[in-house]
Nanobody, 124 residues
Framework: QVQLVEHGGGFVQGGGSLRLSCAAS????????MGWFRQAPGKEREFVAV????????YYQDSVKGRFTISRDNVKNTVYLQMNSLKPEDTAIYYC?????????????????WGQGTQVNVSS
């Protein structure tokens, strides 16, 4: 059974940084793309970033381009989201997800497994 466990959320002032991590277990991590999504109160879950199986291709939501960086370590079975220059509008629960295939996907329905989420709060 696949398990995804996120760490790294918390409170930060605007302009600050946080690094999220997501440890995966249960199937061959290096065979699947990994994504980060977020959900703010009263809003739908939205795509943030995705990385392909090998880590050589990434794709971001426009609002986080240049501020967030997704990466993965296929030895440690872990995906990361480095978040810099954080803004209050980045406040949300952040979820990592494991895709059903190796290529990048931006819709929630393309992901089979989800973590429990980690809260990120950015103050102004």
């Amino acid at each position: 059974q696949v398990q995804l466990v996120e760490h790294g959320g918390g409170f930060v002032q605007g302009g600050g940084s946080l690094r999220l991590s997501c440890a995966a277990s249960g199937r061959t991590f290096s065979s699947y793309a990994m994504g980060w999504f977020r959900q703010a109160p009263g809003k739908e879950r939205e795509f943030v970033a995705v990385i392909n199986w090998s880590g050589d291709y990434t794709y971001y939501q426009d609002s986080v381009k240049g501020r967030f960086t997704i990466s993965r370590d296929n030895v440690k079975n872990t995906v990361y989201l480095q978040m810099n220059s954080l803004k209050p509008e980045d406040t949300a629960i952040y979820y990592c997800a494991e895709s059903r295939n190796a290529g990048v996907q931006v819709t929630t329905r393309a992901y089979d497994y989800w973590g429990q989420g980690t809260q990120v709060n950015v103050s102004s």
